[in-house]
């Protein structure tokens, strides 16, 4: 087995030396949309006990599929252990209000709101959380959108953005404060794409409850001295240009809106 470290791995790109010289740089992008509604970015999740992804004969179960793991949706190796966790890169948050029919009535996507819909109502659910309610009973829910890269240890860069909801509002804010603890030599903020995250899960209780949440780190040995205050460790340090780039690239595509997530996935 791979030994699974926080160190990257060197990239070395000579696709451009190797271009027929018939394939012009005036056609670039020729035939590929940009629209957002075209150019959706896959998301991350973390699979619950009663996940369809973990449920054996759910038409939904992913093989090798267990609670508490974290599934790239789309990717080659969807599955990663939690207790393992992945590598990645944040390049730009957003916030949404996502419309649900409710899991008793079938449960499924209806729709994003960029505010709270109007006619919603505030209830108190039966298992004593607050939710909001429209008129037809769908359920709508503020969910926080990361949106990055994943690094895996074959060197492949993948896009992908993860929902935060419910309990994850908080690992959201811890994470945001996190990136806020990241500096620059003269005390400013660093990026967020200049970093990498170390994502695992763990189990959260509560009363009779039980479920997993992201547990988010950044990347590296925290106890090594830093060359100055707020300096994260070298093993966070984005060090490619090519992956600094990217990163920025991503981020500015979804401020822009060229870019934004595929449609959530009920889990």
Not at 35 to 52: A, F, G, K, W
Not at 107 to 128: N, Q, Y
């Amino acid at each position: 087995m791979t030994k699974k470290t926080d160190e990257l791995v060197e990239v070395k790109d000579n696709a451009l030396s190797t271009l027929p010289d018939f394939m012009k740089p005036e056609d670039a992008g020729m035939g590929v949309s940009t629209d957002p509604e075209d150019v959706l970015v896959p998301l991350i999740y973390v699979l619950q006990p009663l996940s369809p992804q973990v449920l054996k004969g759910n038409a939904k179960q992913v093989k090798g599929a267990e609670a508490g793991d974290i599934w790239l949706r789309g990717a080659a190796q969807e599955i990663i252990p939690g207790d393992e966790g992945v590598l990645f890169q944040p390049c730009s948050f957003t916030k949404d209000w996502v419309e649900w029919v409710p899991r008793d009535l079938g449960g499924g996507l209806v729709a994003r709101h960029a505010m709270c819909p109007e006619t919603a109502e505030s209830h108190i659910s039966d298992k004593g959380k607050s939710v909001w309610i429209l008129p037809s009973g769908n359920e709508v829910i503020e969910t926080r959108y990361h949106s990055g890269f994943v690094f895996l240890d074959s060197g492949a860069r993948l896009p992908y953005v993860i929902p935060l909801s419910s309990t994850g509002h908080t690992v959201s804010k811890m994470w945001n404060s996190l990136m806020t603890q990241a500096l620059l030599p003269d005390g400013r903020i660093m990026p967020s794409f200049a970093c990498l995250y170390r994502l695992k899960t763990k189990m959260q209780t509560r009363k009779d409850q039980s479920w997993f949440n992201l547990d988010i780190s950044i990347a590296g040995d925290t106890s090594v001295e830093p060359p100055w205050p707020g300096c994260p460790p070298a093993e966070a340090l984005i060090r490619n240009e090519m992956d600094y780039a990217r990163g920025k690239a991503l981020a500015e595509a979804f401020n822009s809106g060229t870019k934004s997530a595929a449609l959530d996935e009920a889990v």
